[in-house]
Structure formats: C-alpha cells, structure tokens
C-alpha cells in the first residue's frame, strides 16, 4: 500500500508564498535533507528548528518535513505524540493543521482507534476540498481520494480519482502520475480486482522511473511485485524486487530493503530454490520491521532450517 504523502499537502501553499507556479511541487524532507549530506536528516532539522522563531512560517514548514520524516520512519507513536501536542497550536496555518490531520489518521488506525481516525478524515477531508477549490492543484483531489480509500470509502475514492484524471488527462507530471496510478492501484486492490491492481501498479512504475525519485521507485518496485506475489506469478514478483535493489540507500531505505530481501526469501521458498532463500533471508536486518515482519521472518527462517537439515540428511545417506 502506499503512504499518504501529506508533505505535498502543505507544499501547496508554500509555493504560492514562495511565488512558484502551479505546477510545481515542494520537495519532502529527502530533498530538503540534501543539502547537507554529511548531517543526518533528523538531526539537520532539528537543528534548523532550534535556529528558527517558533511559529513562523518557517517553523511550520520545517515542523512538517519533521514530521513527514518521522512517518516516513513508521515511528507512529512519536508522530502520534508530537501531532497531538501540535494541534493545540489553535492559530497554525490551515494547511499545517490539514496535514497533522492525515498523520492523526494513520497514527490512529495502527492504534486501533477507528472512531478517531475516522473524525480526523472527516476534518482533512472538509479542509482538502477547501485548499482545492482555492488552487485547483491535481494533488489535492488524489490527497483526499486516498484518504477516502484508507477509511474503506472506495466508491467515492474511485469516482475522485477517476475526475481527477479526467480533469488533468493532458498532465505529463510524473509525482501526479504515479500518486494517480497507485492510488487507483489501492482502490482495486482493497476491493479484489487484483489483476487491475497490477495493471495500475504497472502504470505507477512507468512513471515513477524517469521521475529520478528513489524512494517512489523502490516503493513502485515493491508494490508492483507483492500484487504479482497475491497472484501467483512468483517469477514475476522475483524479478520486480530485485529490480528495486539497486535504488536502496544505505541509512535510508534500510527497512524497505529488509522487507524486499524478506519477499525474495519468502518466494524462492516457494519456488523451491532453497538456497537463493536462504541467502536473502541472512542478508535481512530486523532492525526496524513491524511484528508481521518478524513473524514472516521466523516462519522462513524455520522452513529454510528444515530445507537445510533435509538436504544434509539427504547428502549422508549418498
């Protein structure tokens, strides 16, 4: 599943500050983090923060690629902690308050808490059509089509996407273009069709290849791979994660990488090719998987032990 990007959220109404056209896009946290590559992101906004007036513009925008970091990270429940704590800022700009919106929604629904998820989509949701129809800007609409497909509104999720491509069918914008593609990929995936699933996963990495945008390419890669894997053409789920492998970035796409080495051991498992499995599964670093992660990697790790035992006891009696 992809993320909810709220970085783009806010984005908007920094350009316009900035005097920057329509159809640009504020870079995340990564982009701005480039600037200086021997800081770790973290610390370099942290720093930036402490040097920066609280509650100004500035402020607020690096607050939000500080957040998008940590949710980028899955540490839900800082950002859980620290959104809370930021929503009592009564006076925060609306695009501000919008994209503690989406991190309340998802930090909420991995908590089990529905019923609040629920009323922070209903607020982002109000909030995106009012940004909408203020900038008419693309991503808005696919913001908040996903936001209505995470909380099981598919129908109204598709039939947003669906005028969202229509509306810009001339769009050559390839963030637009994969978010577009992987949020309808979304949609049909929750609902079963996911044939469909693959041919939208498909479209969303096209688009994302000439993009240059490593974390949307492995994240393409991945998404496109585990629907293959749901529907049995493990040959095809091979090769697209192991087409991912060589975007991966050492300190920042260290859990994307665990999980992919993890598919691979997972479907030379299952293709019988116990020691291409066996490779992958020592190459994965636990650091940082979620609990079904882990569990996938015990149960793998037990069948590649057995397969291992098996083929000793097979050797001896040669």
Excluded at 5 to 28: I, K, M, Q, T, V
Excluded at 162 to 191: G, P
Excluded at 255 to 273: D, F, G, K, P, S
Aim: proline share 3%.
């Amino acid at each position: 599943m992809n993320k909810i990007f709220p970085a783009l959220l806010l984005a908007a109404l920094w350009l316009r500050a900035d005097g920057a056209s329509a159809g640009e896009h504020l870079s995340n946290h990564e982009e701005y983090c480039q600037q200086s590559a021997e800081t770790p992101c973290l610390a370099l906004l942290e720093q930036a923060l402490g040097q920066t007036e609280p509650q100004t513009l500035q402020w607020f925008r690096l607050q939000s690629y500080r957040l998008d970091y940590l949710y980028d990270k899955l540490q839900y429940h800082k950002l859980h902690t620290e959104a809370n704590q930021l929503l009592k800022i009564t006076d925060a700009p609306q695009a501000f308050r919008t994209q503690l919106y989406f991190f309340k929604v998802k930090t909420s629904r991995a908590r089990g808490e529905m019923a609040v998820a629920d009323y922070y989509t209903e607020l982002a949701s109000r909030n995106l059509e009012a940004i909408y129809q203020a900038f008419s800007d693309p991503m808005r609409l696919l913001e908040l089509a996903n936001l209505q497909a995470v909380s099981g509104q598919y129908a109204e999720a598709w039939q947003l996407l669906l005028h969202a491509e229509h509306r810009f069918h001339n769009s050559r914008d390839a963030i637009f273009l994969f978010e577009l593609n992987s949020n309808k990929a979304l949609v049909r995936h929750a609902l079963n069709a996911l044939d469909d699933a693959a041919y939208y996963r498909k479209l969303a990495l096209d688009a994302a290849l000439p993009s240059g945008r490593p974390h949307d390419i492995i994240v393409a890669h991945g998404n496109l791979a585990r629907t293959y894997q749901l529907l049995g053409k493990f040959g095809l789920a091979v090769d697209y994660y192991e087409k991912s492998l060589p975007y991966m970035r050492t300190g920042i796409d260290d859990v994307q990488l665990a999980i992919h080495r993890l598919r691979l051991a997972e479907l030379y498992l299952t293709l019988q090719l116990p020691e291409q499995a066996h490779q992958y599964l020592q190459q994965v670093d636990q650091t940082g998987l979620g609990e079904g992660h882990k569990a996938l990697y015990n149960t793998l790790r037990q069948q590649s032990l057995r397969s291992e035992n098996k083929k000793a006891v097979t050797a001896d009696r040669l």
